[in-house]
């Protein structure tokens, strides 16, 4: 007891009056005060002496102004830190330069695609509840159709929400096993590990043996870590039903297990696009 009477008093011997400042003032219990606010800088509190008697000491305190600029403080150093954790997050997403601006507030939505966008919109704010199901989306339909824009959207959307992602491709994981850049193990790991992982272009693999063999692992791995994932891709979901081809029906088997297939529809945006910049060329061209 001694011993904390001895240190508080140490404490109290340390520290001066508030600072004064501007229009500070004095009031009549003989305080300071804030001359912005005009609330208390000083405060008195009580404790035992070493006689076991109580004594008053007087001692700084905040006022609402200084407390009001600490809390902004607080709030600029959150949105600091939470910044520089998603700029973080995105460079480690492995999104292609294409995709990183793909948000859903910037979605083009049209009478053919409005679902896809609900159902996009809905995962995203429910990802945590997809996340604890383990559940996916399987993007599938015609070329241009705004599949995988669809899935940039959410991963980027995630990202925004400190989640963790990785958009990828099957084309760009094998290339990156086959030279060696990475270790196979190590990138499967790695594949593992974050909260929602999204494979573009599925079927624009190559269909050897050896690029077979590596697409199940990559998804059968992903199913055994208990994590969503989503696919993007051309192929027909009737084929991809009914093949009988065994090296596929074990790929296909384990994506319908963890991804409810949504089928994407609508004119290829990039046969419209090309239609305006050929209208554009030719009206500056051609006058």
Known sequence: ????????????????????????????????????????????????????????????????CRQEELEEERRCDEYREKQQRISTLRQSSLIVTKFKKARLSSYTITDDNRKVFDLAKRYVSGFKEMYRKNQGILFWGEV??????????????????????????????????????????????????VELLVIDDLGTERNTEYALEKVYNVIDSRYCSGKPLILTTNLILNDMIQTTDIRYRRIYDRIFEMCYPVHVRGRSYREAEAARRFDSMQKLLEG
């Not at 190590?186 to 590990?193: A, D």
Request: one cysteine or more; a neutral charge; charged letters at 30%.
């Open 1 to 64: 007891m001694n011993r904390l009477r001895d240190i508080i008093n140490e404490i109290f011997s340390e520290i001066d009056r508030a600072e004064v400042s501007g229009n500070d003032f004095v009031g009549e219990d003989g305080l300071l005060y804030c001359g912005k606010c005009r609330t208390k800088k000083e405060t008195r509190i009580c404790f035992p002496t070493a006689g076991g008697n109580r004594e008053m000491k007087t001692v700084p305190c905040v006022c609402k």
């Open 144 to 193: 241009g159709t705004g599949k995988s824009y669809t899935a940039a959207c959410i991963a980027n959307e995630l990202i925004e929400n400190m989640h963790t992602v990785i958009m990828t491709s099957f084309v760009k994981i094998l290339q990156d096993m086959q030279s060696m850049r990475v270790d196979e193990g190590v990138w499967i790991k790695k594949l593992q590990e």
